[in-house]
């Protein structure tokens, strides 16, 4: 006979990975769903894991803000590609927590692995590598969709991928990233403080509306000065060896393919990429270069002398 508490239960019996990914689907259509799963995860953990979801959490709230969550099919869609890397985040964490909790299975990914010893061992190295592995591997599976999305929109997940690499770096190689400034990297960018938020919110960066309705040139030049400081003073000097230390960091040689001779390039063409130029502009860039160890690299800017042809 069919047992009856299986009938009424339908995770009894179900490994952990199955079971993650019916909690998703019941999430899958409610943004603020979503967002309570997000925030049950350290809400429900242990004291130490509860203190680390700030970046996480305040990512997520802006995306939800801005659109990007809501289903394809509403009156205001969203975006096929944030929600689905946005899933796959969510799905590794629910899955680790029920492994952890003694469902049966094993990890489905060895994202979901990292995501078991950062519950087991809370530390500032274990959450990046945890966190960081579950959005390589959404930006690897999903540049299919990815593609059809704006050229500006393109800009935006490649800036928010360096940034959260450049976060992580930050606290396990300071001196290769910020040079002199090396004793400051881990403190600001501990994932148990607020600090860590002036990195990874994009918030503060790009427009909070989406599509994004401005050009991808206007949209760089509208980003506030010490956002772009970071990104083409700090961080565009350091990309190659950036990547290189996050791909053996996440175990994740494919990483390497999202760079173009030093340049970002996920789902971007060698048609576009004079883009990323126009930001690396200003003798202030040049100074926090030098202070950090590095020169920059990059053309100088072409913004304001002359247009870049948009394409896309």
Same mark, same amino acid.
């Given at each position: 006979?069919?047992?009856?508490?299986?009938?009424?239960?339908?995770?009894?019996?179900?490994?952990?990975?199955?079971?993650?990914?019916?909690?998703?689907?019941?999430?899958?259509?409610?943004?603020?769903?979503?967002?309570?799963?997000?925030?049950?995860?350290?809400?429900?953990?242990?004291?130490?894991?509860?203190?680390?979801?700030?970046?996480?959490?305040?990512?997520?709230?802006? %995306?939800?803000?801005? /659109?990007? *969550?809501?289903? #394809?099919?509403? $009156?205001? &869609?969203? !975006?096929?590609?944030? +929600?689905?890397?946005?899933?796959?985040?969510?799905?590794?964490?629910?899955?680790?927590?029920?492994?952890?909790?003694?469902?049966?299975?094993?990890?489905?990914?060895?994202?979901?692995?990292?995501?078991?010893?950062?519950?087991?061992?809370?530390?500032?190295?274990?959450?990046?590598?945890?966190?960081?592995? %579950?959005?390589?591997? /959404?930006? *690897?599976?999903? #540049?299919?969709? $990815?593609? &059809?999305? !704006?050229?500006?929109? +393109?800009?935006?997940?490649?800036?928010?991928?360096?940034?959260?690499?450049?976060?992580?770096?930050?606290?396990?190689?300071?001196?290769?990233?910020?040079?002199?400034?090396?004793?400051?990297?881990?403190?600001?960018?501990?994932?148990?403080?607020?600090?860590?938020?002036?990195?990874?919110?994009?918030?503060? %960066?790009?427009?909070?509306?989406?599509?994004?309705?401005?050009?991808?040139?206007?949209?760089?030049?509208?980003?506030?000065?010490?956002?772009?400081?970071?990104?083409?003073?700090?961080?565009?000097?350091?990309?190659?060896?950036?990547?290189?230390?996050?791909?053996?960091?996440?175990?994740?040689?494919?990483?390497?393919?999202?760079?173009?001779?030093?340049?970002?390039?996920?789902?971007?063409?060698?048609?576009?990429?004079?883009?990323?130029?126009?930001?690396?502009?200003?003798?202030?860039?040049?100074?926090?270069?030098?202070?950090?160890?590095?020169?920059?690299?990059?053309?100088?800017?072409?913004?304001?002398?002359?247009?870049?042809?948009?394409?896309?």
């Amino acid at each position: 006979m069919p047992d009856a508490d299986a009938d009424a239960d339908p995770d009894a019996g179900a490994d952990a990975a199955s079971r993650a990914e019916r909690r998703i689907a019941l999430v899958r259509d409610d943004v603020a769903a979503r967002l309570a799963l997000a925030q049950e995860f350290y809400t429900h953990s242990s004291d130490p894991l509860r203190r680390y979801g700030h970046a996480e959490l305040s990512f997520l709230r802006w %995306s939800a803000a801005r /659109g990007v *969550l809501a289903t #394809e099919s509403g $009156a205001r &869609p969203g !975006s096929a590609w944030w +929600r689905s890397v946005n899933e796959g985040l969510l799905r590794d964490k629910v899955e680790a927590g029920l492994l952890c909790a003694g469902a049966p299975g094993e990890a489905s990914a060895r994202s979901v692995e990292y995501w078991m010893d950062c519950i087991r061992r809370p530390s500032p190295a274990a959450w990046y590598r945890a966190h960081n592995a %579950s959005i390589v591997a /959404g930006y *690897l599976r999903h #540049e299919d969709l $990815a593609a &059809p999305e !704006s050229q500006v929109e +393109r800009f935006m997940m490649n800036v928010a991928l360096l940034r959260v690499l450049f976060t992580h770096a930050m606290l396990v190689r300071p001196r290769l990233m910020l040079g002199r400034l090396a004793p400051l990297g881990p403190r600001l960018v501990d994932p148990r403080h607020a600090t860590v938020k002036w990195f990874l919110d994009l918030g503060r %960066s790009f427009p909070s509306v989406y599509p994004v309705t401005l050009t991808t040139e206007d949209t760089i030049l509208d980003e506030h000065p010490l956002a772009r400081m970071l990104d083409y003073g700090v961080i565009a000097p350091r990309l190659t060896p950036l990547y290189a230390l996050a791909a053996a960091t996440l175990e994740e040689p494919r990483l390497m393919t999202l760079l173009d001779a030093g340049v970002p390039a996920y789902v971007w063409t060698r048609a576009e990429r004079p883009l990323w130029y126009v930001g690396n502009t200003g003798a202030h860039l040049r100074l926090i270069a030098r202070t950090t160890g590095v020169h920059l690299r990059w053309p100088p800017s072409p913004a304001r002398r002359r247009k870049i042809p948009l394409h896309g």
